[in-house]
């Protein structure tokens, strides 16, 4: 199965690095741009599939503004994996929209990849309106078949509400938070102007991995060879308990009391938190955290859940059994991090009913970003 191959958003300047290293080590990071490429060249591939209408929420894309700037290391790489990532992140124009077609996506939404959390202010604020100019540019030259969520300028809460209601009014669906700001969570106040905005806007916030601060990561994810020690710290364990905790944080920390109508979505089947949900509830009960409600109600109130790149049925089944199929659960792909094929042949095989598969598929979408 597919997994996310590249990019630390904290530390991109060692990312192209460990990428190469994981690659000489033996295993591939993963072969969903590979496929994606290889798809994309090859006209006689096509899958058969059903004309089920099809929405992905965690696709990504990477602007020539970033690529200009802090994302320069990107393009040095000479791994013929990482370069066919990249052109795929690049590319947000014909070549995407024909992959789209013979992999039957219908509707992709953008979020900029690597995140832009972590770079300082005065770096931060001109690139994510810069990012967000492009990204709005490249929708509305295919605006039925491509939407996209905000970057926010994390480190100027008070400029972040104001370009999320810009961008909310020009279109965009919501925004993407690549975890945490510099070594901070969405539970400390300093962002809660930005969080009130989401919630006074009706946008919802993607909550998207990032590598873990770098203490954790030294602590917990190094002693291995160079390639282990980074999948360890990212796709292969640490950036999905780091979400996990990321929003278990927001939720102790009061911002769902505070902003009880604010909307998350995380990513890969729920980031570990629905095995771990009765868990929390018994052990973190209401009395003790003096929360107005237990932890599961946030999560099954507030957080929205999609596949992206987990095309897993032991992790589906858990999700379905926590969090239900009617509202919560979102089809995604991880693109071009994941293959598109691959998801919309695991969508096609969960064993769930045709209006299930619907409301996976596009409608549970549709009702969510009101699309």
């Known amino acids: 199965m597919n997994r996310r191959k590249f990019i630390s ?36 591939g ?52 024909a992959l789209m077609d013979q992999s039957g996506i219908d509707v992709q939404v953008l979020s900029h990849s690597p995140g832009l959390e972590q770079l300082e202010a005065d770096v931060q604020v001109p690139m994510v309106r810069d990012v967000n100019d492009f990204l709005h540019d490249a929708v509305s030259k295919y605006p039925a078949r491509l939407g996209g969520f905000a970057s926010l300028c994390t480190e100027a809460p008070d400029q972040a509400a104001k370009e999320l209601e810009k961008r909310m009014n020009a279109g965009f ?52 060879s160079p390639g282990t020690s980074f ?13 996990g905790i990321h929003l278990t944080r927001m939720i102790l920390g009061g911002v769902f009391d505070q902003f009880p109508n604010l909307k998350i979505v995380i990513g890969h089947m729920g980031e570990g938190l629905p095995f771990w949900l009765p868990r929390m509830d018994s052990a973190m009960f209401q009395g003790m955290t003096k929360l107005k409600q237990p932890i599961s109600a946030y999560l099954r109130q507030n957080v929205y859940y999609t596949f992206s790149g987990f095309n897993f049925l032991p992790n589906f089944i858990i999700l379905e059994s926590q969090m239900g199929i009617e509202d919560r659960i979102m089809f995604s792909v991880d693109h071009p991090y994941g293959s598109m094929t691959e998801a919309r042949l695991f969508l096609e095989s969960l064993p769930i009913s045709p209006a299930d598969r619907d409301r996976i598929a596009h409608k549970n979408a549709e009702r969510l970003f009101r699309m």
């Open 231 to 243: 999948l360890f710290s990212m796709p292969g364990c640490g950036w999905h308990y780091e979400t």
């Open 173 to 224: 669906k919501g925004a993407i938070i690549n975890g945490h700001s510099r070594g901070r969570y969405l539970d400390d106040k300093f962002f809660w102007p930005m969080l009130e905005a989401a919630e006074h806007l009706d946008a919802p916030i993607y909550l998207h991995p990032t590598q873990p601060p770098k203490a954790i990561v030294d602590t917990y994810y190094s002693g291995f």
């Open 9 to 44: 958003s904290t530390i991109l300047a060692t990312a192209a690095g460990g990428i190469a290293t994981a690659y000489a080590d033996g295993r591939p990071l993963g072969l969903g741009g590979a496929q994606n490429a290889a798809a994309a060249s090859d006209n006689t």
């Open 46 to 97: 096509a899958h058969t599939v059903s004309k089920l209408h099809t929405i992905t929420l965690e696709e990504h894309y990477v602007s020539p503004v970033f690529l200009a700037g802090p994302g320069q290391e990107m393009l040095t790489s000479k791994d013929p994996h990482v370069q066919a990532t990249n052109g795929l992140l690049r590319d947000v124009g014909a070549g995407r929209i």
